[in-house]
């Protein structure tokens, strides 16, 4: 993963764990070599194609996580993070190419031995430009809006640099939807600067009829990619009309 601290321009993330000590004992990561993360962070802002982190927590809609990726790479390079209840709803095989091997919550322990090792949900916040979390469980929101940070999206969601884009995608039953608890903890979330992309209402999963349908992959890219152009990003060449 190019630009990322500790990485050989490819993802180190999907490099075994001996292969990794190795190198890092062969060759310190780039932070340690004198690069600090303000020159890093930099060197994001003066590229034209975006980077953006794509998380998933456990609500069925990650059903459409690969559609919601293929997407996103058209205007950007994809990581994905998801939380242990998102992976019941997908295989790693069925996302791109591009945006594999999937980060969970056992790669910050895998990456990290030792005082120096890069910390993955700090590496990540500092390689992406933009920060999607969709679909968005109530379960996940509640934490983020607390503060809470027990796993590797909600710690990059605490790490976060407010200056850059975070796009929240919430799904939900209609019952959860409709709890009080799911306003007061997006207006949280607003007033931390977040972009809230409005569920939509339909049949969902379980049956019932009514708002808490994540919103369609199309308009969840269309969205992020609004905000990183408004942030100075070109997207890319297959711009839509209307978004770019
Ligand atoms: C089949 C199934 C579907 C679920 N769908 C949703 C959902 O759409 N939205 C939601 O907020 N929670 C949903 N849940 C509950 C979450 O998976 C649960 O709250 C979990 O703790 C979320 O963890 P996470 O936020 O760390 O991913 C579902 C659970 C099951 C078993």
Avoid at 96 to 105: E, F, I, K, M
Wanted: hydrophobic share 45%.
């Amino acid at each position: 993963m190019q630009g990322m601290p500790g990485s050989s321009g490819g993802a180190p993330l999907q490099q075994g764990e001996q292969e990794q000590r190795e190198q890092r004992e062969q060759q310190p990561a780039q932070h340690e070599q004198g690069a600090p993360a303000a020159a890093l962070e930099a060197g994001n802002s003066q590229r034209q194609r975006p980077r953006v982190l794509l998380a998933a927590s456990g609500s069925v809609a990650t059903i459409k996580l690969a559609q919601l990726a293929e997407l996103l790479l058209q205007f950007a390079d994809v990581r994905v993070v998801a939380t242990k209840s998102a992976r019941y709803f997908f295989q790693d095989g069925e996302l791109p190419a591009a945006c594999r091997p999937v980060l969970g919550d056992e790669d910050e322990w895998r990456q990290w031995r030792a005082v120096g090792d890069p910390v993955v949900h700090i590496e990540l916040r500092r390689w992406a430009d933009a920060l999607v979390i969709a679909p968005l469980s109530a379960n996940t929101l509640a934490k983020i809006a607390s503060g809470l940070c027990d796993n590797l999206l909600t710690c990059v969601v605490r790490a976060w640099d407010s200056g850059k884009p975070l796009l929240l995608a919430p799904a939900m039953n209609t019952f959860m939807w409709e709890s009080p608890f799911t306003e007061q903890h997006l207006e949280v979330c607003r007033q931390l600067g977040a972009t809230v992309v409005a569920p939509v209402s339909k049949r969902l999963a379980c049956g019932d009829v009514g708002a808490g349908a994540m919103a369609a992959p199309a308009d969840i890219a269309a969205a992020c990619r609004q905000r990183l152009v408004a942030s100075g990003f070109e997207c890319g060449s297959r711009a839509q009309p209307g978004f770019c």
